[in-house]
């Protein structure tokens, strides 16, 4: 058996460092995709545009926030469909604020599932750990102490590995949320502008 626990220990310490390494390289994607829209340029565009459907009777609108902005690809897809009526507008820019919204949570459920596994993990190894302990000093008697103490160890070493894979990852996806929720919430207002602006567009 204890050949069993010994094997079960290393293991958690290799699941440990793959989610570590997964959770960096989640972070890195999700980082790089959501600067594209995230910054003053993307601020700045906004504000444009906004200010150009209340004041501007055309508008073709031209931006240094970057192609590939959600907020540049958003506006782009809502020119080509104004000649759409209200209702054929507003489900067509409803369509593609959820096809946004699914880009902007891809793979944190990854991070989500890492953040609430960890510690478990981490918790298995220090149970396998404390298993050790007990069975070394079971076969060791007083003799043993320092094998035991290093089990003990190893064991909270466990534990404090998955706290640490565990607390940074909860809050990437923390952070990832929040930017994707005010990046949402900023499409669903451009989207009624832009009903607004259809609508006072075919009346004149």
Same mark, same amino acid.
């Given at each position: 058996?204890?050949?069993?626990?010994?094997?079960?220990?290393?293991?958690?310490?290799?699941?440990?460092?793959?989610?570590?390494?997964?959770?960096?390289?989640?972070?890195?994607?999700?980082?790089?995709?959501?600067?594209?829209?995230?910054?003053?340029?993307?601020?700045?565009?906004?504000?444009?545009?906004?200010?150009?459907?209340?004041?501007?009777?055309?508008?073709?609108?031209?931006?240094?926030?970057?192609?590939?902005?959600?907020?540049?690809?958003?506006?782009?897809?809502?020119?080509?469909?104004?000649?759409?009526?209200?209702?054929?507008?507003?489900?067509?820019?409803?369509?593609?604020? $959820?096809?946004?919204? !699914?880009?902007?949570? =891809?793979?944190?459920?990854? #991070?989500? +599932? /890492? *953040?609430?596994?960890?510690?478990?993990?981490?918790? $298995?190894?220090?149970? !396998?750990?404390?298993? =050790?302990?007990?069975?070394? #000093?079971? +076969? /060791? *008697?007083?003799?043993?102490?320092?094998?035991?103490?290093?089990?003990?160890?190893?064991?909270?070493?466990?534990?404090?590995?998955? #706290?640490?894979?565990?607390?940074?990852?909860?809050?990437?996806?923390?952070?990832?949320?929040?930017?994707?929720?005010?990046?949402?919430?900023?499409?669903?207002?451009?989207?009624?502008?832009?009903?607004?602006?259809?609508?006072?567009?075919?009346?004149?």
């Amino acid at each position: 058996m204890q050949e069993y626990v010994e094997l079960g220990e290393e293991l958690v310490f290799v699941a440990m460092g793959i989610a570590s390494v997964v959770a960096l390289a989640v972070f890195a994607e999700r980082l790089i995709y959501y600067k594209k829209s995230l910054g003053k340029k993307n601020e700045d565009y906004l504000s444009e545009v906004r200010n150009s459907l209340q004041e501007e009777p055309d508008i073709h609108w031209k931006t240094d926030a970057g192609e590939e902005s959600i907020y540049n690809r958003f506006i782009q897809f809502a020119l080509k469909q104004l000649k759409l009526g209200r209702k054929g507008l507003d489900e067509s820019l409803e369509g593609q604020i $959820l096809s946004e919204k !699914l880009e902007l949570e =891809k793979r944190l459920p990854i #991070l989500n +599932t /890492l *953040g609430n596994n960890a510690p478990f993990i981490g918790l $298995l190894g220090t149970v !396998l750990g404390v298993i =050790k302990a007990f069975y070394g #000093l079971g +076969t /060791l *008697g007083s003799s043993g102490a320092e094998v035991v103490m290093r089990s003990i160890s190893t064991a909270l070493l466990a534990t404090a590995a998955g #706290l640490g894979v565990a607390i940074p990852v909860v809050m990437a996806n923390n952070y990832f949320s929040r930017k994707a929720k005010v990046i949402l919430q900023n499409l669903e207002i451009l989207k009624k502008e832009l009903l607004s602006y259809q609508m006072n567009k075919t009346k004149v």
